[in-house]
Every structure is written in structure tokens, then in C-alpha cells.
Nanobody, 126 residues
Framework: QVHVAESGGGLVQAGDSLRLGCTVS????????MGWFRQAPGKERELVAA????????TYTDAVKGRFTISRDNVRKTVYLEMRNLNSEDTAVYYC???????????????????WGQGTQVTVSS
């Protein structure tokens, strides 16, 4: 069983930085590709960033490239999303997800992720 839990959301001002964390319980950490998704009001959920099992490969949606960084700590079984220069378009519920996989490559589709957190709200005021 894998349990995923996000932390670190909140209310910030445009231009601020924020770090989200996602802890994973269970003994399958090394077999998990990880991803961060977000869903803004009235919009579909979208991939923000993903990282492979080893952490070697990452991918980002165009809107966050150069501002967001995904990383993983394999000792703490935690994946982070470092967000810089936030703007109002980043306001959304952010979800962490885990893909139990044999591949050491990024997973970009929602259907690839079997385990999801409850989400954490990020609100950016302008």
C-alpha cells in the first residue's frame, strides 16, 4: 500500500516563492515515478512536473519552465516542488501522484499514476 501526502501550500503574493513537499509511505519508493499536477478553478487537471524513479529525468509543463524545480530525496521518501516567481496563473490545487513502474523514465499521463494525494491549495494574489 502506498500513501501520498502533500504539504506546503498557502497564500502568497505574486513574485513570491513556495516549496511543496510530498511524502510517500510504503516500501516501494525506489519503484515510484513521481509527479505534481494542478487543477485551477474551471480547468482540467494538468501535469506540472514529473521526475523519474532515479531522479535523473525530469519534465515540466511550458508554463513553469525556468520557475519550478522538481526534486526527490530518496532517504526521506519525499518529492519537492520548488516554485519561484509565482503569478496568479499558478493558483490551483496541487496534487502529488506516484506511478509504480519498472521504467526509469518520466510519466506524463494522469492514467499512469496509481496513487494520489488529497491536494494542497496554492493561492497567488496579485
Amino acid at each position: 500500500q502506498v500513501h501520498v501526502a502533500e504539504s506546503g501550500g498557502g497564500l502568497v503574493q505574486a513574485g513570491d516563492s513556495l516549496r511543496l513537499g510530498c511524502t510517500v509511505s510504503g516500501r516501494t519508493w525506489n519503484s515510484l515515478g513521481m509527479g505534481w499536477f494542478r487543477q485551477a478553478p474551471g480547468k482540467e487537471r494538468e501535469l506540472v512536473a514529473a521526475i523519474s524513479r532515479s531522479g535523473v529525468s525530469t519534465t515540466y509543463t511550458d508554463a513553469v519552465k525556468g520557475r519550478f524545480t522538481i526534486s526527490r530525496d530518496n532517504v526521506r521518501k519525499t518529492v519537492y516542488l520548488e516554485m519561484r516567481n509565482l503569478n496568479s496563473e499558478d493558483t490551483a490545487v496541487y496534487y502529488c501522484a506516484a506511478d509504480l513502474t519498472a521504467r526509469d523514465s518520466v510519466s506524463v499521463y494522469q492514467f499512469q499514476y496509481e496513487y494520489w494525494g488529497q491536494g494542497t491549495q496554492v493561492t497567488v494574489s496579485s
